[in-house]
C-alpha cells in the first residue's frame, strides 16, 4: 500500500544514496515513492483508510502488548519518559534530534522543495509531508501555497477581538485571543451540531486545521504591526509562499530574511507530541473541541517561560554579556567567568539542554550554518559560536545536566535580531505560528483514526506513598 511504501521512504533512500553518485537522483528516487495528487485533502482521503485498518490491527492483534514500566520518577517529574500517546508527524531521536516522517533536518533541507533550487525548504513541503508521510514534488507544495493563500481572509470581527484589548497587552494575549475569534467559523463545530458520523470527523476537521494554519501568519502579523509599528497593516502578497508572506506582512523584505522565516517555520513546525504546546492541543482536541479551541490552549502553554520564551531569554541573556563587558568582543576567558556568575547565582545558561536530546540540536545547527553563509561577521554571531565553544565543558564539568549541547533557541534570536526583528517579546508568536503546522496535521489524525477522550489516571501522594511502601 501507499502508506506502507511512504513510510519506509527514507531508509531505501539511505541505502540508495550510498549506491549513487547524485542527490539528485536519490531525490528523484524518493517521489516516485509518492503521489501526484496536487490536491491535499484528495491525497489524505486516500491515506484514511489505510491508516485506520493499521490502527485497528494494532489494537486487535497487540493491544496488550507492554511498553514499559512507570515509575516514581516518572509520575513526579513530569511524566517524562513515558510513552503514553501516538504523535505521527514527527519524533525526537536523543542522537540524531527531530524526525519530521522519518527525516532529519539535514534529508529535510536536501530533499523536501524550496522558493529556489539549493533553497531552504518551504513551510508548505514540511506540511505536506507531516500529513501524508510523503516527499511532496513541487507542483503539489506550488498548490498547497495556493490554496493556503485562498483561505486567508480574515473575518473583520477576528481583528476587532484583538483591538479590544490594550496595544500593550502581551503578544501571545493578543494572539490566543485572535485565535478564538476565529472559532465562529469552525467547520467541525457546525458539523457535529448537523449530526455528521464520526466516520467523517476529520474532514471538517482538515478544513478548520487548513484555515486556521492558513490565517495565523496575518493574525499573527496584524498584532505585530499594531504593536510595535503604529498599526500601519501590510497586505499579503500573492505572489509569495508562507513563510515569505508572513516575513512580508510583518514588514521584512530582503531575500535573505525570507529565506530564514522558511528556515524557522519549517525547522520550528512539529517537535513529536509530548511537549507542551503539542500535547495541549491534543488533549483539548480529544473531547471533540475543534482545532481552533484546542491551538488555542496550545498558544497558552507555548507563553510559559519554561517552553516558548527560550529563545528571547537566550538572546536577552546575551545582551547582558555585551553590557557587562562593553563589547560582544570579549575573550572566552571573560565568557567562562560570566557563565560561572550565571550558574552561581541559580540560573541556568539559556538556550543549553534538552529533555531528550544529547547532542547538538540539528535546528541550532542549520541556524548556524545559515548564519555563516549570510552573516559570518555579524559580532552577536561570533559571539554566539564562542558560547557553544566554551559552555558544553562547564556543564559537562558540574556533572548537572544530561545535555550539555545547544539547542534550537540558542541561535534563533540572534537571526532574527540581525535581520531587525528585534521585539523580544514577539517572539513566541513566531514559535506559535510555526507550530501550527505540526499540531495541524495530528488534530486531523486524531479524528481520522478516532483517538479517544484523553482520561489518564491521577494518584493521590497518600496513594503513591503507600504503593512505595508495599514495594520496597
Known sequence: MAFFRSVSALS????????????????????????????????????????????????????????????????????????ALVWLGSAVDPDEGIRFRNMTIPDCQ?????????????????????????????????????????????????????????VKAHPMTQFSTGVMALQVESEFQKAYEGGIHKSKYWEPTYEDSMNLIARLPAIAAYIYRRIYKDGKIIPMDDSLDYGANYAHMLGFDDPEMLEFMRLYVSIHSDHEGGNVSSHTAHLVASPLSDPYLAFAAALNGLAGPLHGLANQEVLRWIRNIVKEFGTPDISKEQLS?????????????????????????????????????????????????KIKEVVPPILTKLGKVKNPWPNVDAHSGVLLNYYGLTEENYYTVLFGVARSLGVGPQLIWDRALGMPLERPKSVTLEKLEKLCGASS
Open 12 to 83: 531505501k533512500l539511505r541505502s540508495h544514496v550510498g549506491q549513487q553518485s547524485s542527490l539528485a537522483n536519490s531525490v528523484r528516487w524518493l517521489q516516485t515513492q509518492s503521489s501526484s495528487n496536487t490536491d491535499l485533502y484528495t491525497e489524505m482521503k486516500e491515506l484514511v483508510p489505510e491508516y485506520q485498518e493499521r490502527v485497528k490491527k494494532l489494537k486487535k492483534d497487540h493491544g496488550s502488548v507492554e511498553l514499559g514500566k512507570i515509575t516514581v520518577d516518572m509520575v513526579l517529574g513530569g511524566m517524562r519518559g513515558m510513552t
Open 337 to 385: 567567568d560570566y557563565i560561572h556568575k550565571t550558574l552561581s547565582s541559580g540560573q541556568v545558561v539559556p538556550g543549553y539542554g534538552h529533555g531528550v536530546l544529547r547532542n547538538t540540536d540539528p535546528r541550532y545547527t542549520c541556524q548556524r550554518e545559515f548564519a555563516l553563509k549570510h552573516l559570518p561577521n555579524d559580532p552577536l554571531f561570533q559571539l554566539v559560536s
Open 110 to 166: 536536501k530533499i523536501l522543495p524550496g522558493a529556489f533550487p539549493g533553497g531552504e525548504p518551504l513551510p508548505e513541503s514540511v506540511l505536506w509531508l507531516l500529513l501524508t508521510g510523503k516527499v511532496p514534488s513541487k507542483e503539489q507544495v506550488d498548490s498547497l501555497a495556493q490554496e493556503l493563500r485562498s483561505r486567508a481572509k480574515i473575518p473583520e470581527y477576528a481583528y476587532k477581538a484583538i483591538d479590544a484589548l490594550p
